[in-house]
Structures are given as C-alpha cells and as structure tokens.
C-alpha cells in the first residue's frame, strides 16, 4: 500500500473516531434557545439607547453630508462618509456592549438553572430543544435600568 492511501486511510480514520466523539458528547448535551429580538427589546435600557444611536447616526449623517458637499474631491467626500460610518459603528458598539453583556449573564444563569448547557439563536433550531426566551427575559426586566 502507497504512503498515500495509508495516510488517507489513517484521516479517514480519524475522522470517523472524531464524529463519533462529537455525537457522544452532543447527545449528553442539553440544548436551549432563545429569540435574541425579544430579549434585547425587553431591557430596560434598550429604547433610550436605542433612540441616543439613532440621534446619533442622525447627527453623524448630516455632519458628514455637509462636508461632504463642500469637498471638490470625490476620494476625500468617501472618506468624510465612511470616517462618518465608523464613528457611528463605534458609539453603537461602545453603548450596546453594556447590554448585551448583561444579556449574557441573565442567558448564562437561566441556562445553568435548567440543566441547558448548549444556548441557541431561536432561528438555528428546527425541532426539539428549551425555549428560555420567556425565562431571560423575566431575568432581563429585573436589571436595574
């Protein structure tokens, strides 16, 4: 037998024990869900933080729409924009890190509550699994805003 088809043979090998590793470890797992939409609209802080980005992206848009216009230069103008683009990307990052972070806690103490150790976006699941969304979002509400 060639070297090569003792090394295919060998990776066919180990990918075969590895599948089978990973089915015996999935099936010790228990898998929940939650619809990430509904939990992030049920914090306390959502609308304000919301409606500040949106104030924000607003006022970003507009400053860069009126340099842009007063720029001769078409690579400077996209620069304006895209400087612009970044900013707001940072400010949203920068406000709803806090949030999703909290999320995350609640999502992770709920999960250990019920004995899930494996959490999914709501759209993954096709059948089966613990739907914790009411549960988080219970947890969720009773942050302080």
Do not use: C
């Amino acid at each position: 037998m060639s070297f090569k088809k003792i090394l295919a043979v060998t990776a066919l090998g180990v990918l075969m024990w590895s599948l089978s590793m990973t089915a015996v470890y999935a099936a010790s797992d228990k898998i929940g869900f939650i619809d990430t939409q509904r939990v992030l609209v049920a914090h306390p802080k959502y609308e304000t933080s919301q409606k500040y980005i949106d104030e924000f992206i607003t006022k970003k848009t507009e400053e860069a729409r009126a340099a842009a216009e007063k720029e001769p230069d078409q690579n400077k103008r996209l620069e304006i924009i895209d400087i612009a683009r970044r900013e707001s990307g940072r400010e949203e990052m920068k406000v709803m890190n806090p949030i999703t972070d909290e999320i995350n806690k609640v999502i992770e103490t709920v999960a250990k509550s019920k004995g899930v150790t494996i959490v999914l976006e709501r759209v993954y699941i096709f059948f089966g699994g613990v739907d914790l969304t009411d549960d988080v979002i219970k947890g969720v509400r009773a942050i302080k805003s």
